[in-house]
């Protein structure tokens, strides 16, 4: 079956046919629904819209977990310890606020969310900038949370009219105001409401802003894969650091509203119980969905409202543990996951990549179109990169053994060798990522041996991994932009460059399919243009040829010849031909150390060469 | 095919992700929907909040308050009803879990307009529950032991408070034991407050206070706390452990052979089932001032007993917070037949006019200025069948304190918690 | 100085350690071995520590008692291996957060089932004199009892055909499958052995800390920073950890106070973390 690839994204989702009637802005539904909402909201009984907006509340934590957790990928089991803090700081302010000012709430409120957001950017440092593992960040994110309970059991102080009163906890806290003035009126239960709902939907709105900006854009790659978006020369710590305090000040906000709500403020607010009950509320919502935390929060406050009136006495918490362990076994993308599965199921959708396999399976790279986005912008000039006895250890063994070679613009330079050479430590000691054991390495005279990978990167050093490294559940547009986004002035000139780049390996057909769906061949090509697209000055490919067809072999090979005369190319390969296409200066590497250089040719007769390749002994002894 | 197409996003998982959204915000609205009120109806009994742990680690306390609340409403109801109308409980578990006292507390006011708020053990659950009373001008009774020094213009306290427990129990115990106290209290306000009530009744009474210890509710381990008492050589050791970890203490304590050499006093041992639950030679010998004992002797008590039995069975012991809440239920009904009314103000008129009461535990009387109770207070020793022997009756014991730090004739707007110098 | 006080503390302050080890190894075990952070783990001690209980309340002898408690809470250890853990290989905080949901759970029921507070059972064999003053000699049993697990399992882990079996599969789980090594069943068996280690503790520690449903919760918690901040090392780690953490908060709080103590642990986890990302034995060569 042949077509010619087809051109709309909206023809390429399957299944559907194009009589869409109506074309609605994205962000309408919120909006929408919470206005809808708020109409509704006089008609509710107090009591209940008291109740429902606490139960809010508790679905704005659970927005902020779900904003670091969801979108970011980092369990953070601290976030009821920002949701106390900044209730406690917020409450502390607005006692002594009230003989003043008639709506303490109004600076409360934001004190709250900046103490929450600053807690955060601390624990976050810990966590991010100190590189700690997975499990680690968790655990450490519990500990403070642990830590605060057992230090407020036993604060017992005064701060200005406010007393925080140790496990008593803090009570008499102002609440909502309606009004400016000193002799305002309380809310009532039902404006209190809206008032919660006005705030949810601004917030809510918000993250979703956010998540969809050019810096919620880098943040969806660094959940995908943390490693490639550093490779791409992000520094993720600080996106990473900067959701992460957004994410603190959303649970201080809602700590202060809680406050406020009840009057009233307790050590208990740390407690292991509170803190498990915050991964419910996303994983219930469905863990990818922003909207789903205030689901899950609803769903589980009345639930427990429903059970702890009597209908099963003490068994809520119970029912809750339950229900945690059933969320993660079964549906562990939420309720609303489970829905969206369902109504798939239902509407039999078939494989987007199932329809466009012609589409892929005749796509072409155009070698110079890539050549030339790479090479675009202003010229850069002389580039060296000076590796010098370069040194790395494992245990006993030492891949690479005081290795010196330089690199410049010109010819690309090929590193062969055979097996256990040594050939991609050392490349991975030139591109930065592996830590050197002694050695070093300058780029245009400047020492950057200490320098983390995505340093390294942003000063001009382009790293193809020997296993393609993609954002596979991303579009092949999206791992393109985000790659370009880096180098690019903003998020429009990013997309301009992506169809470009799509364009050149001809890719155009499945530009909103998932990357992971391309064929392995295709994978290495997006990868490149990846890393070309964000025109580096030095490229360092390891394996660059491996699963290409013979033809794509040839048109990489042009591609990197050509553009060895502007920037510094270093390729990692194993196939022969391949190199002599490439036509550059090679060098082989045995047993971690340089071992010969010259042409391909003239390695290729080269008796000592064919030694160590064929494992004789005739002209240099084996060890 | 929809009519109204989001899906022009960049990802496939956007659209979805945003199809996903529509209906989240679908089933938002239907389910505020589905609370749209029944409409309201005027109903003819009266009706009292009960907010007590009835499940989880609090549930001694809870269960036998909220009893005696029932039995006291039951009373109330066979002597006729208040003003005509009958009392009505409307009850909730709050599961030992300090976030339903506030949810239930609104509840109660705004959907049941319970005419008073009967709830909470722990001083935390008091703290959350009071603000609301306030705002919803709404009578708040709190019936427990506690740290003392609440003063508040809706709250009314028929618990004893440690001052109260402290003052006749140092006395008593430096005239027993000798004037060398150590003191061992759990690290939050009622352990800290008691600690500085003894450090106080000792002085009073020519004692010296020789070591203090503060420990963490969690912990179980109390080799160190006995290491530091037998350093210390006391005359008599004040205990306050709290939580599922006091019979620990207890046994550690009995074990390290140390009930031979010294006193040991508390004012919550026996409080609760502490007595039943730890073993026989670490009850015995144990001192506590309590305002309640099951086993004084006086007509109302009999009475009491006999109900209660009637109504409960023969299983547990009646802790003391039960005939604190039967007070104070009796004492609202006082007030509301002398004020004619069941209005907040009426009643808090009536309330701080000086009610007395003939209780199980003796004549009690709310002491209008501090809205505490002045009752009696008992001093009882563990013996080794794991009950207690009365020892001591010290009848018409004043909150001071309380008198002496809180006035709401004259300063009604009072919302506060006055803790002693140092704490 | 204090010259009698220093020793006691010092008494004290190893078996406040030993009885955190005897507490924390078979976490450490579970940790090292299958990744997982058993959040259910305090629970599991309850488990075993309320089935000696109900033992001894019906004549069975003290030790016996252990044995049992140990056996039963392997037996269900290993039920909820395969019934809930076994099908989230992979993944480590689905794991974690299933775990704790299985915490809760066990926690309500044992409160529905026993009652919040609940019979002691006095401290047997007596005490001892130590440098002025007294310390229960069961204590001190405890030590040996702590020393003993932790050899029994360092061998237990590098002597045994299991031992060396289940560090293959952590090494390595493709290639130990492609050897024909059942990684499942392996992993069943780790988690069992784990679980009857705080079965162990739970009975062992009975006339110290005496049954009740949060018993586990204070153990736990230091539990986890400790194993967390011992790193890849399973025993040796572990008890690195446990020793030093242990004994500092209990050599602060003797001579400070208890709180102190507390916040001294976890703030010198927080310290190790910051230090040894990956635990303090990251760079160790000595494996185990």
Redesign the interface.
Known sequence: MSSSPSST??AS?PG??P??????P?W???P??TC??LL?VP??????A???A?WLIAGLLGLSLALVWGQMGF?SLGQTALYGLGGYAGSVLAINLAPGLGNPLLLAAPFGALVGALAAAGIGW?VFY???????G???T???T??LW??S??L?AGIGRARV?????M???P?FVAGLGLDAP?MT?NQTLACVLVVCALVYLGCRWLMASSFGRVVQGIRHSAEKTELLGYDTRRFQLVLFAVSGAIAGLAGTLYAAW???I?P?IFS???A?LV?IYV?A??I?????A??GA?LVG?LS?WL???AA??????I??????AL??FA?RGL??M??SI??GLARQRM?SAVNASALQHASVNAEGLARIASAGPPRGRVAFDATALIKRF?GIVPVNAVSRSFAEGRAAALIGPNGAGKSSFLRCCSGQYRLDGGTITIDGRDVTRWPLFRRVQAGAGIKTQAPLVYA???V??NLWIAAHRVARDARQAAVAADEALAAMGLQAVA???AGSLPHGGRQWLDIAMVLIQRPRIVFLDEPAAGMSGEERRALARLLATLGSTLAVVVVEHDMEFVKQLGGHVSVLHQGQLFAEGSIDALRADERVLDIYLGRNAHVQAH | MTLIDFSHAPSVRDARRTRRTSLLHGLLLAACCALMPAAANAADPVKVGSIFDLTGGLNIYGLQQSRALRLAVDDINAQGGLLGRTVEVVQADAQSELNKYPQYANTMVMRDRVAALFGGLTSSAREAVRPVARRSNTLYFYSSLYEGGVCDSHTFLTGPSASQQLSVLIRWAVQRYGKRIYVMAADYNFGTISAAWVREYARQAGAEVVGVEFLPLTVTDYSSTIQKIEAARPSFVFALPVGANQTGFMEQFAAAGLGQRMGIVSTNFGSGNQQIVVSPQATAGVVVSLPYFEWIDNPQNKAFRSAWRQAYGEKEPIVEAAVDVWNAAQLWAAAVRKAGAFDTAKVRAALESGLELKAPNGPVALVPRSHHLRQSMYIAQGNAQRGFDLVAHIPDVEPVYENERCDLLKQPAQATQFTPAGT | MDWNYLLQALVLALTSAAILLIATLGLGVVFGLMGVVNLAHGEFIMFGAYTALTATQHGVPFWLACVLAAAFTGVFGAAVERLLIARLYGRLLDTMLVTWGIGLVMYQCAVLLFGTVTPGIGMPLGSVRIGGGVVSSYLLVLVVIAAGLSVALYLLLTRTGYGVLARAVVQDRTTAAALGIDARRLSCITFAIGSASAGLAGAVLLPVIPAAPNMGFALAIKGFLAVVAAGPAIVSGTVLSVLSLGSGSAMVASYGSRVLGDLLFFGATLLLLCRFPLGVTQGWRLKL
């Open positions: 994204p909206v989702a559907r046919a009589a869409a009637i109506l074309r609605l994205r309408l539904p919120a929408a629904a809808a909402l509704a008609w509710i009984e107090p009591y209940l008291n109740t429902i606490s369990l810990v100190g590189r700690l593992g997975q499990l680690q968790t655990i450490l519990y500990t403070c642990l830590i057992t230090a059991v036993s017992n009163g140790g496990d008593n906890g009570s008499d806290i609440g309380p239960p009840g009057a009233y307790s208990s292991a119980q509170e498990l991964p994983l919502g469905g990818g969905s922003l909207a789903g205030f689901l609803v009345a409202f702890g009136g009597g006495g003490g068994q809520a918490t119970l809750l543990g339950l229900c945690l362990i993660v076994l562990p609303a996951g829905a969206g109504a798939r987007p245990g559940e991303l579009s547009h999206e909103r399919l998932p």
